[in-house]
C-alpha cells in the first residue's frame, strides 16, 4: 500500500471499542501516533488482566515514525506505553502530569532511562515533519487533556482525545473554546472524535456539581465510618473528597496503591496542594469511626482493588463494619455489572449502607453528550467526522448526528482501515493487521492463541488425569482418576 503523498488515519486501537486506543496519522510516507493504551480483559481470556493492541504494523515501520503524542494520562491512553515502546523506540510527548505517570509506569518495566520523554506545555505547540500539532485545553476526568489540532500541507485535522464542556471543573480550567475556535477558523478538514456519550441527551455534568452533592450527602451521615471508591485518576474527585472530608470534620485515608501513585503525581504538577494532608493505611487504626473516610480504589469491583479486599474482610489494615457507608462515586463500566453488583451485595449482607449513583447524584461522566458534541460541531465545522472511542453502535449514531449537523461526510471504520483524508478523501483504501494481546508473565500472548484457548478449555471445562501404575510383569497395581472440574 502506497502511504505517499496523502494523508491517512489509522486506528489500531480504540475504534468499535472503548479503550485500548493506539492512534496512526501518515502524511507523505511519515508516522505519527497519537495515544498507546490499554484494555481490562473479561472472561475470554482467564487470568488475564491488561490487553494490548497489535502494533505490529507500526513498529515495521518504526524509522518513518515521528514521534508519540499522548493526549493525557488515562490507561486507555498511556498504559500501554511501557509495554510497547521497544518496538518503537520513538520520541514520546505528553503533559507535565502526563509525564509523572509515564514515568512511574517506565520505571516498572526498567526503561525509564531508555525512553525519551518531551514536556510539552499544556496550551503549546509541536512540529514534528509535516505535522504541526496546537495542543488546545479540554476538560475531562484527569487533569491536563489535551487535544490536537493538527496541520498538515493536505489540511487541518481535529484529534478531540477524550473530553467534556464542564462549566465548573474543580481541577484545571475550562475548556479553551475560544481558542478551539480561533484554531479551527472554518477551514478544519476533519474531526477525530470521541462518542462514549453520543446516546446521552443534555450535557454531562458538572464535577463542580458533584462536589456539592456529595458535600450535603456527608453532612447527612452523622454514625460510622464513611468510605468512597472512585477512580484514582479522577483527580478532581480526590480533591473533592478531601475538602468535604475536612469541612465535616473527617480525616482521608488513602487505600490502595494506584490512589497513592496518582496522589503523588499531582502534587509534583501542582495540583492537590492546599488540602489537609492524607493518611495511610497504617494511620487508620488511630481513628475514631466517626472521623474516617476512607478512599479507595476498585470502584469497578476489581478482585485486587481495595473495595473488594476490604469487603471480603482480607485487607491487612482496613476494615468495615455494620453501621459504616460505603459510596460508590464512580459509573458502572459495561461488562463490570456482574462483579460490581456482588460487590455491592457483599457489602450489604454485612449491614454496610451502599450508596450508588442510582441512589444519589455522586459522579458524574467524563465524556460530551450530545449538547456538548453539538457544541463541538458548530465550533469546528469539519468537512469530515470520524468517530472513534466508541462501539460499533456508537460509531453510527455519532455519524448520524455528525450529518444533522451539516458535516459533508461521516466515516465509521474499525481498527485497521486505513482511511485516506485527503487528497480526493475520505475513502478507505486498505486494511492492515491489527489485534490484541494479553500481558502475562511470560510477554505478550496473542488472544486467539493456543496457549489462551488451552486456558479457557481448561476454566470453563475442566480437567482429566489418570495415574496407571503397573507391576514389573506388566499386570495392573493400581489405577487413580482425577476428574477437576471449574
Not at 478531601?242 to 503525581?265: N, Q, W
Not at 485497521?416 to 494479553?438: K, M, Y
Request: glycine share 8%; charged share 20%.
Amino acid at each position: 500500500m502506497d502511504f505517499n503523498d496523502k494523508l491517512v488515519f489509522l486506528p489500531l486501537g480504540g475504534s468499535g471499542e472503548i479503550g485500548m486506543n493506539l492512534n496512526l496519522y501518515c502524511c507523505n510516507g511519515k508516522w505519527l501516533m497519537v495515544d498507546c493504551g490499554i484494555s481490562f480483559a473479561d472472561d475470554r481470556a482467564p487470568g488475564i488482566d491488561v490487553i494490548v493492541p497489535d502494533a505490529s504494523f507500526i513498529a515495521e515501520r518504526k524509522d518513518d515514525l515521528l514521534g508519540l503524542v499522548i493526549t493525557h494520562a488515562h490507561e486507555d491512553h498511556v498504559g500501554a506505553v511501557a509495554r510497547l515502546w521497544p518496538d518503537f523506540l520513538c520520541p514520546v510527548y505528553c503533559s507535565p502530569f502526563t509525564s509523572e505517570i509515564l514515568h512511574n509506569k517506565l520505571t516498572e518495566e526498567g526503561i525509564a532511562d531508555l525512553v525519551d520523554v518531551n514536556v510539552i506545555s499544556p496550551g503549546s505547540s509541536l512540529v514534528l515533519g509535516d505535522f504541526k500539532m496546537d495542543f488546545i485545553g479540554l476538560t475531562h476526568s484527569i487533569p491536563e487533556m489535551q487535544a490536537l489540532m493538527i496541520s498538515t500541507p493536505y489540511g487541518r485535522v481535529m484529534h478531540s482525545g477524550d473530553w467534556k464542556l464542564d462549566p465548573d471543573p474543580v481541577i484545571g480550567p475550562v475548556s479553551d473554546m475560544d481558542r478551539m475556535s480561533d484554531m479551527a477558523d472554518g477551514d478544519v478538514l476533519a474531526m477525530i472524535c470521541d462518542s462514549t456519550n453520543v446516546f446521552k441527551s443534555g450535557l454531562s455534568g458538572s464535577e463542580g456539581d458533584v462536589q456539592d452533592s456529595l458535600d450535603e450527602l456527608l453532612g447527612r451521615i452523622k454514625e460510622g465510618r464513611v468510605a468512597v471508591t472512585t477512580f484514582a485518576s479522577n483527580i478532581a474527585r480526590v480533591c473533592t473528597i478531601a475538602k468535604i472530608a475536612e469541612r465535616h470534620d473527617r480525616h482521608v485515608v488513602l487505600v490502595g496503591r494506584s490512589l497513592h501513585k496518582m496522589t503523588e503525581a499531582a502534587k509534583k504538577s501542582g495540583y492537590l496542594s492546599d488540602l489537609p494532608q492524607f493518611l495511610t493505611e497504617k494511620d487508620y487504626g488511630y481513628l475514631p469511626r466517626e472521623k474516617v473516610l476512607l478512599l479507595c480504589t476498585g470502584s469497578q469491583g476489581e478482585p485486587r482493588g481495595a473495595m473488594a479486599r476490604i469487603a471480603s474482610g482480607n485487607h491487612p489494615q482496613v476494615s468495615l463494619s455494620a453501621g459504616d457507608t460505603v459510596i460508590f462515586s464512580s459509573k458502572v463500566i459495561p461488562g463490570n455489572e456482574k462483579t460490581l453488583y456482588a460487590l455491592h451485595n457483599e457489602l450489604s449482607e454485612q449491614n454496610i449502607n451502599v450508596i450508588t449513583e442510582a441512589d444519589e447524584f455522586v459522579h458524574v461522566s467524563g465524556h460530551p453528550a450530545r449538547d456538548e458534541l453539538e457544541k463541538m460541531y458548530e465550533t469546528v465545522k469539519p468537512q469530515i467526522a470520524v468517530p472513534v472511542h466508541g462501539e460499533a453502535r456508537h460509531l453510527a449514531e455519532h455519524c448520524e448526528l455528525a450529518l444533522s449537523l451539516g458535516v459533508k461526510h461521516a466515516v465509521a471504520i474499525n481498527n485497521g482501515d486505513v482511511l485516506q483524508l485527503a487528497p480526493d478523501g475520505p475513502n478507505i483504501i486498505g486494511t492492515v493487521p491489527s489485534g490484541r494481546f494479553a500481558v502475562d508473565a511470560g510477554g505478550l500472548t496473542a488472544l486467539d492463541g493456543e496457549f489462551l484457548s488451552t486456558r479457557r478449555k481448561l476454566v470453563f471445562n475442566g480437567a482429566a488425569s489418570a495415574l496407571l501404575v503397573l507391576m514389573r510383569k506388566g499386570v495392573s497395581a493400581k489405577i487413580r482418576l482425577s476428574v477437576c472440574a471449574v
